[in-house]
Every structure is written in C-alpha cells, then in structure tokens.
Nanobody, 122 residues
Framework: QVQLVESGGGLVQAGDSLRLSCPAS????????MGWFRQASGKEREFVAS????????YYADSVKGRFTISKDNAKMTAYLQMNSLKPEDTAVYYC???????????????WGQGTQVTVSS
C-alpha cells in the first residue's frame, strides 16, 4: 500500500509558477513510477506527466511540454511537478498517482492522492 498526499496548489496569475509535491508513505517510492493527472471542472481526468521508477525517463502531455517538469526524489519519497508559465487553461485539480509503469493511462496507476486545486487567473 502507498499513501499519497498532494500539496502546493493555490491561486496564481497567468505566467506564474507553482511546484506541486506528492510525498508518499508506505512502500518505497523507488519501486513505483509516478504520474500527474489533472481534472478541470466538468471534464475528464487527463494525463499531465509521468516518470519512471528510477526517474530516468519522463513523459509529458503536449499541452504542458516545455512548461512543466516532473521529478521524483526516491530518498525523500516524494514526487514533484514544477509548473512554469501557467495559463488559465491549466486550472484544474491535480492528482499524483503511483503504479508499475510510467504511462499516460489512468488505469495503469494503483494509488492516487486526494488532489490539490490549481487556479490560474488571467
């Protein structure tokens, strides 16, 4: 079992930056790939970024490529999502997830956090 708790969300202006954190408890984070997903109001949950177990491989949605950076610190048992140049369309609840593979598919991930709200004003 892995417990995930996201933090770092908030209200920012367009062009600002935020860093989301996802500390894990339970099993060691090095055995899991991590993903970040988001869900805007009235929309389906969508893939944002993922990172392999070792952290060597990362994947991004086209909409965030070049602006967001996913990372994980296995020693600190924490995954991060650095978000730069934020846009109003990035407004959503952001979720971190842990699973066996770094994919863009929700069903790959076994464990989910409760989400943190990110609101970007224009």
């Amino acid at each position: 079992q892995v417990q995930l708790v996201e933090s770092g969300g908030g209200l920012v202006q367009a062009g600002d930056s935020l860093r989301l954190s996802c500390p894990a408890s339970g099993r060691t984070l090095s055995t899991y790939a991590m993903g970040w997903f988001r869900q805007a109001s009235g929309k389906e949950r969508e893939f944002v970024a993922s990172i392999s177990q070792s952290g060597a491989l990362t994947y991004y949605a086209d909409s965030v490529k070049g602006r967001f950076t996913i990372s994980k610190d296995n020693a600190k048992m924490t995954a991060y999502l650095q978000m730069n140049s934020l846009k109003p369309e990035d407004t959503a609840v952001y979720y971190c997830a842990a699973g066996p593979l770094a994919t863009s598919t929700l069903t790959t991930y076994n464990y989910w956090g409760q989400g943190t709200q990110v609101t970007v004003s224009s």
